[in-house]
């Protein structure tokens, strides 16, 4: 192929083409449209030049012509002159020789002479002058010959005024002198003659033998002169005129009209008459001819479009500048635009009205796998739709096709090259040409596996956590703060509360039948950053929703909603079942107490007859003692009301035992109330002490002074130190102690601890066996007794007590080495919060509560 190139060298028009080529191409574009511009506009003015040149030339060529042709008329007018004249003065010579040698007569030299003058219309008339000037004879072609008539043509000279005319003689005389001299025909200067014409005379003188003899004179008419000698046809072209010395024209072969002045000639020709040699010239005159104007309009014209070529020329190129800026631009919006295709993640296809593929960027090629040369001019199936999946596609395909993909775009799966698959979306949106007329379609192409992935994910995760917060017995509920809108609710709330937020107000905000909140916890919040807001706790509250007949346990938590918003999401529980559990155990724990006291009562029965067995047996003793002494006489009335006030002191004492009894078993609902520990341990001990009594068991009571008032129920406390010195008096009296270790000792102080803070201890520690290990660990059972008929209720119900008054109850032997010297039992009860009245403790005084009674006292 190549080898036919080589061989055969390029012509040389085709390798000036190469060159001029390789030349145009190293030229930069803007270069190249300078040059494209400035070459018809150099060529148009060269042509412009080129055809000014050309004008200029053919006119100069014509002007050289006309001169060359005046030239040559003129000449040929001097040349026909001179032969006249030549001729003329030849025959004149002649005639002259033959009047000097054959001696003519006047009236032979006439005949001669009127032949000569036959034949020359340029002179007027011909004179024989003698030697002396005088003439001998005439002949003129208008008045005839005749000697007579010479007088009077010498009468008609002389009278010529002597002004231009007055030169005639003048004239006349110095050719006449001077060929008299020289002996040469000689011609004179021009003069007017009397006829006002202007004329010259040839002398010619007449030698005979040597000497002057006379002269012949010939006067010629300078314009018959002029056209008789010069020929028709170089008048009919160059007016021809004769100048005298001083270039005053004489005679001209133009006459022109009274009054009117010729226009000057273009150019003229000078030429002297020869031979006259009298200074007389002879001009040749020449006109411009109307082909200059002829020219000038043809010039005019090629200038003018000259002209408009280069202004239009000026124009195509103002006109291309502004067609290669928007060119530019253009290109430039096209680099823009690919580059912005090329880096573009989104796959683009473009297809015709029949779905042939026209265009695919390289995103679409790199996502699919395929080339583009693969995918260009292909019609469905493509190769990238999977072959499992065709149908679905070419469906989807000529949804599109018809315009009607949804807007939203469609989710295809694609196929790679290699074979693996991806999820794609797909967006359609019709092609429009500037025209604004439909060409096809434009597809764009997005992966979104990872999306899928994701939303899948997620999706999956808000269904789980939908089916919980659903599932939940609790209800949920999320409400913005500022607007009091409900963000959320879960099926458990709407079922309770329907779907708006006054379950939610009810419970945020509603009676709370217990609440740890206080109140001014939210107005707190105002002002804080939200990130804090929703680290603010959550405070449990026990909420009874009264049309419902429900408890719920509610917890609130502020958080920031997914909006940004401030919201407070609300978790309530129903805690009615339990709420329920917990009233029911109440009670039975409060009927268990009654109960407990009654049989603690029951217990004490014997102790407490025992106790109103002694004020009855003294009222009766005084009773009878007074009836003796009143039926006898022998009281008087002081003795006898002494015995009375002894009587009735004896049945108040009753009166009082049975009334702190009744106090003590009667059943009433526990109220708390701020209460001092001297009253409830005094109250306790009297009780107790009726059974310790009987026992022979003594007391010592150390209460500590200036102690914090208790919020308590006093009678239960009561409950729980009568149980405790009962358990310790029994414990005594069962074991059989000695004397010495049948005491008890009650104390009570003020206590500070770490994890309990400030409380008051009471504490109970007898002398007595102490207790198995294992009576210990099951101390607070229910039920749990070491007595035949022990009902083992009454320490378990001890505890409950205390725990329910957020106290602590524990129990421990006491030793002295290994031996158990007897037993503690001690509680503590937490100090009232409300102001107390004094709370300093005061020194510890030691105070020796024995029983009331000394008589009935152990010791
Ligand atoms: P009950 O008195 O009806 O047996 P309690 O619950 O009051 O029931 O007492 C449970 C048991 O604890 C008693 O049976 C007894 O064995 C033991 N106990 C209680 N107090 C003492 C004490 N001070 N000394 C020794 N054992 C005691």
Redo the contacts with the bound molecule.
Sequence with gaps: MQAPRDVFPPLPSSRLNLLLQRWWGRQSPSRQDRLATLAPLTSVLLFLAAITFAFWYLRNEEVSRAEESLRRDTEVAQQEIRLHLVDNQEQLLRIAREVATRAITPEQFVTQAAGFLQARPAVRYLNWLNAKGELRATQSLQSGAGLEDATAIEHGTAVVDGDGPASVPQASEAALEAARAMRQPTYSRPFRNVDGVWVFQLQVPIIDRGAFAGVLVAEYGLDTLLRTAVPAEVTVRHPVSILDVDFSPLVSTVTNLPGQRSAPPSMTLDLPLTPAANGLMLRGQGYRTTAGLVGNTLFWMVVALSALTVWTLLATWRHMRRRAQIQNALINETNFRRAMENSMLTGMRATDMDGRVTYVNPAFCAMTGYSESDLLDTLPPFPYWPSDRVDEHMRIFQQELQGRSPAGGIEVKVQRKDGSNFDARLYVSPLIDPRGQQTGWMTSMTNITEAKRIRDQLSASHERFTTVLEGLDAAVSVLSVQQGELLFANRSYRLWFGADARGHDLLANGDAAYTEVPEDDVDAMSGLPTQELTEVGTHPREVYVESLQMWFDVRTRYLQWTDGRLAQMLIATDITARRRVEEQAQQQAERAQVTSRLVTMGEMASSVAHELNQPLTAITNYCNGIVSRVRNNAINTEELVAALQKTARQAERAGQVIHRIRAFVKKSEPQRQAAKAQDIVEDAVELAGIELRRRKVAIHTYVAQRLPLLRVDPILIEQVLM?LLK??A??IDTAQMPAERRHIELQVVPRQSPDEGSVIEFSVT?A????REE?ITR?FEAF????AE???????LCRSIIESHHGRMRAENLYNGSTVIG?R?AFTLPVDQTPPADRLPAPAVPKDVSASNPNAAAS
Excluded: H, Q, Y
């Excluded at 749990?784 to 007595?787: A, V, Y």
């Excluded at 022990?790 to 378990?796: Q, V």
């Design positions: 149980n358990n310790a029994e414990a007898d007595g066996p102490g207790m009576v101390l749990f007794s070491t007595k022990g009902l083992g209720i009454g320490l378990s037993c039992f």
